[in-house]
């Protein structure tokens, strides 16, 4: 999928209905469903489209999955890199953290969001996506958790979704990952996030067989509830 600034080219609007949310909200961000996309054209179309902001420019939301793809962050550390030869490439980018893993059946949410318009700091943005996933994960069952010390979810020591911000100009990019039905190999050969030995998981292996277009829908509601 080719990618301009504007994404007017192989992407969608979610049909998504609003959530009911009373009293004062900010507008709701334009929500962009974009399959499956490679990395890097994607990554610099959050960048131009976050440089390019004017003071009302909508806020939006990208829906989609990676091919197989690792990304390393600003703090990101060698020790940390994939352990043995592999074919799967290490992108260098702008996002905070360490290194994680991107592939098919992993919902990638990424937020494009005028933090100071909506008076919001990224702690709390980071906490209310933390939240929304632990939300989507109770509908099946699921108790999950969010850590201060390590952003992301958690079931048990597990790690199901993992986040990640830049912040330009008071505009945050990048996002968050939820592992929903993917092949997990490729963590097993890196330090997930920068944590030696730390276990990650997914919806799937938890009794749950939803595809993993559908929990990205959920998964766009609840953010959209906690954003409003």
Known sequence: MRLNRKLT???????????????????????????????????????????????????EIWVLQHPPVYTLGVAGRTAHLPRGRSAIPVI?????????????????????LDLRRRGMGVRTLVRRMEQAVIDLLQEYAIV?????????VYVGEAKIAALG???????CYHGLALNVDMDLTPF??????????????????????????????????????VLA
């Open 144 to 152: 999950a958790r969010g850590s201060i010390d390590a952003p992301g």
């Open 9 to 59: 080219i192989g992407s969608t609007a979610m049909p998504l209905p609003s959530p009911p949310v009373s009293g004062t909200r900010h507008p709701e961000p334009r929500v962009l469903s974009l399959g499956l996309a490679a990395y890097e054209p994607t990554w610099h179309a959050m960048r131009s489209f976050t440089t390019a902001r004017e003071p009302d420019t909508a806020d």
């Open 165 to 171: 911000l830049r912040v330009r100009n008071g505009c």
């Open 92 to 112: 260098k980018i702008d996002r905070g953290g360490q290194i994680t893993y991107h592939g098919p059946g992993q919902i990638v949410v990424y937020l494009l």
């Open 188 to 225: 097993y050969v890196i330090d997930p996030c920068g944590y030696p030995g730390l276990a990650v998981t997914q919806i799937r292996d938890l009794g749950v067989p939803t595809p993993a277009d559908a929990i990205g829908e959920r998964l766009v509601m609840h953010l959209l509830r």
